[in-house]
């Protein structure tokens, strides 16, 4: 039996520069699907992606909705990023988790595999 790893899937860019979000959560299902830890975290433009009314190429939202499929835990979406763009918890249409900046570096710290894009 191979040993279970922990992944840390990081989207960082905005909705609109390609599908690396997409393809992000591609890999956080696929790796869920074969029993290894994934973590998806939402930070920098990143987490446009999760607001309403805008133009993800990647259906990030509804993607997010197949986490429960996968025993996945909702998406991290670090706060300073979020207020930084003038948003709210109230304005995301999806269930997440907060992490501030302190947290989110212990976080990556304990990651086996990071993949950013």
């Known amino acids: 039996m191979a040993a279970v790893k922990q992944f840390c899937f990081v989207i960082r860019h905005a909705p609109d520069d390609d599908f690396r979000a997409g393809e992000l959560l591609d890999m956080a299902l696929t790796t869920a699907a074969f029993d290894q830890i994934a973590t998806v975290v939402f930070m ?22 197949a986490f429960d499929l996968y025993d996945l835990a909702p998406p991290w979406v670090e706060t300073e990023s ?5 948003a709210t918890a109230a304005d995301l249409p999806v269930p997440v988790r907060f ?17 950013a894009g």
């Not at 992606?49 to 997010?64: A, E, K, T, Y």
């Not at 979020?82 to 003038?86: C, V």
Request: proline share 2%; no cysteine.
């Open 44 to 65: 920098d433009e990143g987490v446009l992606h999760l607001l309403p009314g805008r133009n993800s190429r990647s259906n990030v939202v509804q993607m997010l909705a």
């Open 82 to 86: 979020l207020s930084a763009r003038g």
């Open 99 to 115: 992490i501030d900046k302190d947290e989110l570096s212990r976080l990556l710290a304990r990651q086996q595999v990071l993949v």
